[in-house]
Nanobody, 121 residues
């Protein structure tokens, strides 16, 4: 099993910055495909960014240019640097991972518990 722990959520003013972290447990020999999502109450969970196993970062249009996703050298910790935050960025932010170990999927679609980001105007 893989456990994900997100940290870094906070309340900030519009225009501010935050850095979220997502740490995944697991064997150092495994490879992690990691994603950030966010969800507002009453709405569907929204994909915002990912780093795949090749290290390629991709972003949703809603955050492109303001958010930067990165990973540690081992590949099991994901970061989300958020800048120029807007009130509409207020949401619960979740991390998701697919983990490949020894050529086999250890887990698909493992989710963390989320971390709350609140941006006030």
């Amino acid at each position: 099993q893989v456990r994900l722990v997100e940290t870094g959520g906070d309340s900030v003013q519009a225009g501010g910055s935050l850095r979220l972290s997502c740490a995944a447990s697991g064997d150092r020999g495994c490879r992690f495909d990691m994603y950030w999502y966010r969800q507002i109450p009453g709405k569907e969970r929204e994909y915002i960014a990912r780093i795949d196993m090749s290290g390629t970062a991709r972003y949703a249009d809603s955050v492109k240019g303001r958010f930067t996703v990165s990973q540690n050298n081992v590949g099991n910790t994901l970061y989300l640097e958020m800048s120029s935050l807007k009130p509409e960025d207020t949401a619960m932010y979740y991390c998701k991972t697919d983990v490949l170990c020894g050529g086999k999927w250890l887990v698909r679609n493992a989710w963390g518990q989320g971390t709350q980001v609140t941006v006030s105007s």
